[in-house]
């Protein structure tokens, strides 16, 4: 990590952190005032978006319904696909809260940033103690991509939209699928929805 002087807020950014066991107790170790802010969407529109996002690189990979359940007749979910897995966000939070209180959160919804982009960044200037200098005159919708981009100050250089990777058409996926996948993930929706105090809306 850079040194951060008086004053300055250091930002370190790696999606793979919250869902990985032994991150909690190394970052504790480093720092346990550490302030985490985690990003969460509907885990089965995550799901897919990892899929489609994992085939672009890999063509001939199986199909999404082959990857996400053990077998077609049993219709059990694959909860060790890492697609599936990473949006089981209530176990990856069990595994923080034995090394960061729940106050050291802010868990940020996905379907908000792209709906009301300024509204939840400034959560996030809030959470952080800043000023909330960010707003809703620093974004617009570019409606080619499906999600806001940040503009710059006048006089600087293009918008700030999010990279190619990111507003991909996704492969076709039954109703019956994207089903099954709803009531796997409800109960453990349910808990985190306990465990952070928030509501995300994904039933």
Known sequence: MPRTLDG???MEKTPSYFVTKETPSRLCAMNCSTKLIVVVRDPV???VSDYTQTLTKTPGLPSFQRLAFKNSSSGAVDASWSAVRIGLYAQHLENWLRH???SSFLFVSGERLVSDPAGEVGRVQDFLGLKRIVGD???YFNRTKGFPCLKKPEGSSRPRCLGKSKGRTHPPISSEVLHKLRDFYR????RFYQMSGQD???D
């Open 8 to 10: 300055q807020i250091t």
């Open 45 to 47: 529109t995550r799901a």
């Open 100 to 102: 960061f209180p729940l």
């Open 137 to 139: 005159k620093h974004f």
């Open 187 to 190: 109960p453990f929706n349910l």
């Open 200 to 202: 995300f809306g994904w």
